[in-house]
Nanobody, 121 residues
Framework: QVQLVESGGGLVQAGGSLRLSCAAS????????MGWYRQAPGKQRELVAT???????NYADSVKGRFTISRDNAKNTVYLQMNSLKPEDTAVYYC???????????????WGQGTQVTVSS
């Protein structure tokens, strides 16, 4: 049982910034990794950025140098700082979490409800 609550989406002008937040809650043993994906109209969902429990991060080439993913482990929360936004960043952004459900349990993947990010030109 995992719930992901997202916030921070909205409408901004090109060159502006937004900060997305996602908190994981529910019944699980530990969070293995958290990340952000996005889906634009008519396109498939794609990776934006991920943060693993070991501290490693990964970014899509299209956002590298502009977006930063960070974690607050005490709050089971992941953030996405989005700077120098472009119209092509417009999409629904989804929070993702891979969690271990119990000490001897398996790994499950959860998704947030999605938050709209719109960048105007």
């Amino acid at each position: 049982q995992v719930q992901l609550v997202e916030s921070g989406g909205g409408l901004v002008q090109a060159g502006g910034s937004l900060r997305l937040s996602c908190a994981a809650s529910g019944s699980f043993f530990s969070v293995i990794a958290m990340g952000w994906y996005r889906q634009a109209p008519g396109k498939q969902r794609e990776l934006v950025a991920t943060s693993a429990s070991g501290g490693s991060t990964n970014y899509a080439d299209s956002v590298k140098g502009r977006f930063t993913i960070s974690r607050d482990n005490a709050k089971n929360t992941v953030y996405l700082q989005m700077n120098s936004l472009k119209p092509e960043d417009t999409a629904v952004y989804y929070c993702n979490a891979d969690v271990r459900r119990a000490l001897w349990g398996g790994i499950i993947t959860s998704w947030g409800q999605g938050t709209q990010v719109t960048v105007s030109s």
